[in-house]
């Protein structure tokens, strides 16, 4: 698996993804929030870093491997 550029592409909605960020690795989710208001529809979104980092400058993800199957 390659790093993918979050200017490249973003993961989806409450994907569990490895990210960059800051010099070091974490284990995130990535969240899209939805917001309406009387005419228009606004989209945000935001990481959800372990252990917890309020500002996360992530520049980088990558999807989790699949778990190892038993024999």
Do not use: R
């Not at 009387?38 to 778990?67: C, F, G, I, R």
């Amino acid at each position: 698996m390659k790093w993918i550029s979050v200017k490249d592409k973003l993961p989806e909605d409450s994907q569990e993804v490895l990210v960059f960020s800051d010099g070091d690795f974490y284990l995130a989710n990535f969240y899209i929030e939805y917001m309406w208001n009387d005419e228009t529809q606004s989209m945000d979104n935001y990481w959800s870093l372990m252990p917890y980092n309020s500002s996360p400058a992530v520049t980088h993800w990558m999807p989790l491997s699949k778990p190892p199957m038993e024999d």
